[in-house]
C-alpha cells in the first residue's frame, strides 16, 4: 500500500514536472516574439525617423558650375576707305583748280594714261605725290559726275581719276589752297575740273605742253 502511494507521488510529481517544463517553454517563445516584434518595431521606428531626410545631391558638374558668359559685343565695322570730296572752284592767279575737302590742291601727271586710265607714280614718287584714294563714291561739288572714277593701283588701292586722270596731292604744299607742285618736272599740273591741265602761273622755264 505505502509502495503505491509513493509509485503515485512520484508520478503526480513527474507529471507537474513536465507541465512546468511546457508552461515555461511556451512563455519563453512568447517573450521571444514580443522581443522579436519589438524589436521590428524599433526598427521601424528608427526607419520612419529617418526616411523622410532628403538624400544629398550630387555637387554641381564644371559646366553646371560655370557661369554663364553673355556674348561678347562685336565691335563697329571697320569704315571702307577715306571718304574723298572733290571740290571743283576758281582761285585767285590759278584760276579753275580741283581741291579735296581739306583745301588741298590736286594734281595729275602727265605720264600717267586717262585710256585706259592707269598711274606710274609708285615707290618714292608715291610719297612725294600722294595719290588721291578712296573705296566710295567721292562727294563731288562742282565736278561733273560723269568725269569722276577710280583706278587700282599696283598695291589694290583704288585710286580717284577725272576724265581718266589718277589725281594726287603734293607732299610739299604745307597749307590748304598752296599750289608748289604746279610745273614741276614739265610733267605735273594742276587739274582743272573737267580734267585737263591747268596751265596758268607756270614756274619760270616751264613750257606749257600742248593741251590734253
Given at each position: 500500500m505505502i509502495r503505491?502511494?509513493?509509485?503515485?507521488?512520484?508520478?503526480?510529481?513527474?507529471?507537474?514536472?513536465v507541465l512546468a517544463l511546457v508552461v515555461w517553454t511556451s512563455n519563453a517563445t512568447g517573450l521571444q516574439g514580443r522581443t522579436v516584434a519589438q524589436t521590428g518595431q524599433v526598427g521601424a521606428a528608427a526607419q520612419g525617423d529617418y526616411g523622410d531626410v532628403p538624400t544629398p545631391l550630387a555637387p554641381p558638374t564644371s559646366e553646371e558650375a560655370a557661369p554663364v558668359e553673355e556674348p561678347a559685343a562685336q565691335a563697329a565695322p571697320a569704315p571702307s576707305g577715306?571718304?574723298?570730296?572733290?571740290?571743283?572752284?576758281?582761285?585767285?592767279?590759278?584760276?579753275?583748280?580741283?581741291?579735296?575737302?581739306?583745301?588741298?590742291?590736286?594734281?595729275?601727271?602727265?605720264?600717267?594714261?586717262p585710256d585706259p586710265a592707269k598711274s606710274n607714280c609708285e615707290a618714292q614718287c608715291a610719297v612725294t605725290w600722294p595719290p588721291v584714294l578712296s573705296n566710295g563714291t567721292p562727294q563731288l561739288q562742282g565736278v561733273d559726275p560723269a568725269l569722276v572714277s577710280t583706278v587700282k593701283r599696283a598695291d589694290g588701292s583704288e585710286q580717284v581719276t577725272l576724265d581718266g586722270w589718277p589725281l594726287y596731292t603734293y607732299a610739299k604744299d604745307e597749307a590748304p589752297g598752296q599750289w608748289k607742285g604746279q610745273g614741276v618736272g614739265g610733267t605735273w599740273f594742276v587739274v582743272q575740273p573737267d580734267g585737263k591741265r591747268n596751265v596758268e602761273c607756270l614756274p619760270p622755264g616751264v613750257t606749257p605742253p600742248p593741251s590734253a
Amino acid at each position: 500500500m505505502i509502495r503505491r502511494n509513493r509509485i503515485a507521488i512520484a508520478v503526480a510529481g513527474g507529471m507537474a514536472a513536465v507541465l512546468a517544463l511546457v508552461v515555461w517553454t511556451s512563455n519563453a517563445t512568447g517573450l521571444q516574439g514580443r522581443t522579436v516584434a519589438q524589436t521590428g518595431q524599433v526598427g521601424a521606428a528608427a526607419q520612419g525617423d529617418y526616411g523622410d531626410v532628403p538624400t544629398p545631391l550630387a555637387p554641381p558638374t564644371s559646366e553646371e558650375a560655370a557661369p554663364v558668359e553673355e556674348p561678347a559685343a562685336q565691335a563697329a565695322p571697320a569704315p571702307s576707305g577715306p571718304q574723298v570730296t572733290l571740290v571743283g572752284k576758281s582761285v585767285p592767279k590759278m584760276g579753275e583748280v580741283v581741291q579735296d575737302g581739306d583745301g588741298r590742291t590736286l594734281y595729275r601727271f602727265d605720264k600717267d594714261t586717262p585710256d585706259p586710265a592707269k598711274s606710274n607714280c609708285e615707290a618714292q614718287c608715291a610719297v612725294t605725290w600722294p595719290p588721291v584714294l578712296s573705296n566710295g563714291t567721292p562727294q563731288l561739288q562742282g565736278v561733273d559726275p560723269a568725269l569722276v572714277s577710280t583706278v587700282k593701283r599696283a598695291d589694290g588701292s583704288e585710286q580717284v581719276t577725272l576724265d581718266g586722270w589718277p589725281l594726287y596731292t603734293y607732299a610739299k604744299d604745307e597749307a590748304p589752297g598752296q599750289w608748289k607742285g604746279q610745273g614741276v618736272g614739265g610733267t605735273w599740273f594742276v587739274v582743272q575740273p573737267d580734267g585737263k591741265r591747268n596751265v596758268e602761273c607756270l614756274p619760270p622755264g616751264v613750257t606749257p605742253p600742248p593741251s590734253a
